[in-house]
T-cell receptor
Framework: DAGITQSPRHKVTETGTPVTLRCHQT?????MYWYRQDPGHGLRLIHY???????DKGEVSDGYSVSRSKTEDFLLTLESATSSQTSVYFC???????????FGPGTRLTVL | SQQGEEDPQALSIQEGENATMNCSYK?????LQWYRQNSGRGLVHLIL?????REKHSGRLRVTLDTSKKSSSLLITASRAADTASYFC?????????????FGKGTKLSVKP
């Protein structure tokens, strides 16, 4: 999967708890993305990064924050998880933004 | 906002048949991409076609782009059971910055042996 891993792969948590998902790449790509995938909605962009410490919001950013302190790591944090954040989360990387993205294996998050 | 929309939402064919999926989009683009997603896995980039190209081939895949109609099609020839997956088109999001893509909701292809 193009040198991109996500951790954890599965997580069950309770409403109100903080959750951090990690995306790690070994490709040295500049762009990194967090998506969520839900039935009926397809793939929606949460946040993205275009360099170390450079991040911006996507389509569904409310309730999520991100950080990128190193090229290889992009963290997605749910400060206080809600049931509506139950989803499958995908990280993606791209060398040249908009020209082909490589996806990680996904994290299945369940918020009870 | 939705940019690309795939059609049909679901397609079921027999092994050996051809599968055609369509994607329509709303604004002018400089490229369009197709991705495949096997059940429980991440998306895999299949092919990118630029706005100045009308057709592109990659193995059993053929992609066409009609910028006047703002539409693209993905043809999989001589389909195999292993082609069973969801297929997504993606277009650049010019409303955002830094090379974001907007994905459609996908066509779920089922190839029966």
């Amino acid at each position: 999967d193009a040198g991109i891993t996500q951790s954890p792969r599965h997580k069950v948590t309770e409403t109100g708890t903080p959750v951090t998902l990690r995306c790690h790449q070994t490709e040295n790509h500049r762009y990194m993305y967090w998506y969520r995938q839900d039935p009926g909605h397809g793939l929606r962009l949460i946040h993205y990064s275009y360099g170390v410490k450079d991040t911006d919001k996507g389509e569904v950013s409310d309730g999520y924050s991100v950080s990128r302190s190193k090229t290889e790591d992009f963290l997605l944090t749910l400060e206080s998880a809600t049931s509506s954040q139950t989803s499958v989360y995908f990280c993606a990387i791209s060398e040249s933004g908009g020209f082909g993205q490589f996806f990680g294996p996904g994290t299945r998050l369940t918020v009870l | 906002s939705q940019q690309g929309e795939e059609d049909p939402q679901a397609l079921s064919i027999q092994e050996g048949e051809n599968a055609t999926m369509n994607c329509s989009y709303k604004t002018s683009i400089n490229n369009l991409q197709w991705y495949r997603q096997n059940s429980g896995r991440g998306l895999v980039h299949l092919i990118l076609i630029r706005s100045n190209e009308r057709e592109k081939h990659s193995g059993r895949l053929r992609v066409t782009l009609d910028t006047s109609k703002k539409s693209s099609s993905l043809l999989i020839t001589a389909s195999r059971a292993a082609d069973t997956a969801s297929y997504f088109c993606a277009t650049p999001n010019y409303g955002g910055s830094q090379g974001n893509l907007i994905f459609g909701k996908g066509t779920k292809l089922s190839v029966k042996p």
